[in-house]
């Protein structure tokens, strides 16, 4: 495993929240680097906690079977549950239990998406800031490339696949190749998870929890290179299939899952997509053979004057 980089400050902001609170949800987008950092925090402030991977486990009978045998031998009073996507709503049931069941007990859960378990805190990990990100690439490559970790949104994954690649690449050669970063981003040598060895095995993880409308939005709103507003998402991507309607329970499903992020400005709210996401949903797009026609509405739209908003929706 390569050293681990940064993260400091979010670990004090949860071992903060353990003080107030018995569960902690870690979340973010495939190979933001969840598990790593709910490992180092074990490591660090809970020595001896049980520490269980849902997606290890045989279904939801093995699982409750596997959490009562780790709880049972662990010597602190926590239970840290990895990729509970994976069984999101056994899980969120199984805390429940637990929790009323031990009122000593706390669970750290990591997955894609919250469990939506009342008294939850949820903490939405990001990327490595452009520093940390550096070091990270630096102490598994030996090569300090600042616009390379930029490219690939700070994702420790990522950045250890583009690591591997620079055994036999050069700088230059990495950088052209991240135009193509699906193929580029591969490593069938590395341990570990079979999704964690492809960037596109990792997304395609995520984009499988989705509904079949959030797919279709994810794909549609892949046009957007930057961040974009409610109305102008509605505006591009609305269609018989996915009604105006429909979008607020869309988008809330979206950012509850990892893949679109949002931030509170004096407008409103703003979202966006990870380049790495923007792309995988540009290739569905193109799958799905509606590439033209709403890159044609993404333009009617880059078109309307600022102060008027979205042009009239047909």
Do not use: N
């Amino acid at each position: 495993m390569s050293a681990f980089v940064g993260r400091r400050d979010e670990i004090a902001e949860i071992v903060a929240l353990f003080e107030r609170a018995r569960l902690v949800t870690l979340s973010g987008a495939g190979g933001v680097g969840k598990t790593r950092l709910g490992l180092e925090l074990v490591r660090m402030v809970a020595p001896g906690a049980a520490v269980v991977d849902v997606a290890e486990t045989d279904g939801p009978d093995a699982l409750v079977s596997a959490v009562l045998d780790a709880v049972g031998g662990s010597t602190a009073p926590l239970l840290v549950l990895d990729t509970c996507e994976v069984l999101i709503g056994r899980v969120a049931t199984l805390v429940g239990e637990l929790l009323t069941a031990d009122p000593g007990l706390r669970v750290l859960a990591i997955g894609r998406q919250s469990l939506a378990v009342p008294g939850e805190h949820l903490r939405v990990l990001t990327g490595l800031p452009p520093k940390d990100a550096c070091a990270l690439l630096a102490d598994l490559s030996g090569v300090w490339l600042p616009e390379v970790c930029v490219r690939l949104d700070g994702l420790p994954l990522a950045i250890e696949l583009a690591a591997a690649r620079l055994r036999t690449m050069s700088a230059a050669d990495i950088l052209a190749g991240l135009e193509g970063r699906f193929d580029l981003l591969v490593d069938e040598g590395r341990g570990g998870p079979s999704r964690h060895r492809a960037l596109a095995t990792c997304i395609g993880w995520s984009h499988q929890l989705c509904t079949a409308q959030e797919r279709l939005f994810w794909a549609r709103a892949s046009v957007f290179a930057g961040e974009f507003d409610l109305d102008s998402a509605t505006y591009v991507c609305q269609d018989d299939t996915l009604r105006a309607e429909d979008m607020i329970d869309v988008i809330t499903g979206l950012v509850d899952k990892s893949v679109l992020l949002c931030r509170q400005v004096p407008g409103g709210v703003r979202f966006r997509m990870l380049d790495g996401l923007r792309e995988f949903g540009a290739s569905w797009l193109a799958l799905l053979g509606q590439e033209h026609a709403v890159r044609l509405r993404r333009h009617d739209l880059r078109l309307a004057p600022r102060d008027q908003g979205p042009p009239d929706r047909p």
